[in-house]
T-cell receptor, first 114, second 107 residues
């Protein structure tokens, strides 16, 4: 596709369930960021991949959150044992290279934990 | 203290006014991004700066690396410019977002 694609667009889950959110970056983009945005708040960095290597995961809130990008393309953000406070818009962004390229943003996955 | 701070948090303007939004950062960066988020939630990248000044239509972005400060200017503002404007500092491995500036331009 032409842009960064995220799926699902909306996810409603019950507290305690695991969820997996997918990000399909623009083909050839090396850098991939995950971040989240609670309603009315600014974005919050979660983690960053350079190719398949997870270079920074300091933004992941706790060990229930994990992410992978095994082949350096599609990435999955997994939240285990979801809690209501995990409800937010989860977005990813990709860029062609690490430093000098513009960011392209996906439309996000709206996660609601009931 | 946030590593990336924006001011003002909220801004209202009359159509036609010149708008300035400021961003200060305390981290080393490889680039600074200005982003626009509309009420529907989608985020669009406006500028990526590592030095100097860039212009696109009525939008101008400047950065002063020594002072760790960037500004986004909107000339001849229009109601359709109403959005949240976010600056994001990009270092090697991380993207650090400012809290955003909510701009409303009234006719």
């Amino acid at each position: 596709g032409a842009g960064v694609s995220q799926s699902p667009r909306y996810k409603v889950t019950k507290r305690g369930q695991d969820v997996a959110l997918r990000c399909d970056p623009i083909s050839g983009h090396v850098s991939l960021y995950w971040y989240r945005q609670a309603l009315g708040q600014g974005p919050e960095f979660l983690t960053y991949f350079n190719y398949e290597a997870q270079q920074d995961k300091s933004g992941l809130p706790n060990d229930r959150f994990s992410a992978e990008r095994p082949e350096g393309s599609i990435s999955t953000l997994t939240i285990q044992r979801t809690e209501q406070r995990d409800s937010a818009m989860y977005r990813c962004a990709s860029s062609l290279e690490q430093k000098g390229s513009p960011l392209h943003f996906g439309n996000g996955t709206r996660l609601t934990v009931t | 203290k946030n590593e990336v701070e924006q001011s003002p948090q909220n801004l209202t303007a009359q159509e036609g006014e010149f708008i300035t939004i400021n961003c200060s950062y305390s981290v080393g960066i490889s680039a600074l991004h200005w982003l626009q988020q509309h009420p529907g939630g989608g985020i669009v990248s406006l500028f990526m700066l590592s030095s100097g000044k860039k212009k696109h239509g009525r939008l101008i972005a400047t950065i002063n690396i020594q002072e760790k400060h960037s500004s986004l200017h909107i000339t001849a503002s229009h109601p359709r410019d109403s959005a949240v404007y976010i600056c994001a500092a990009r270092d090697t491995d991380k993207l650090i977002f400012g809290t955003g500036t909510r701009l409303q331009v009234f006719p």
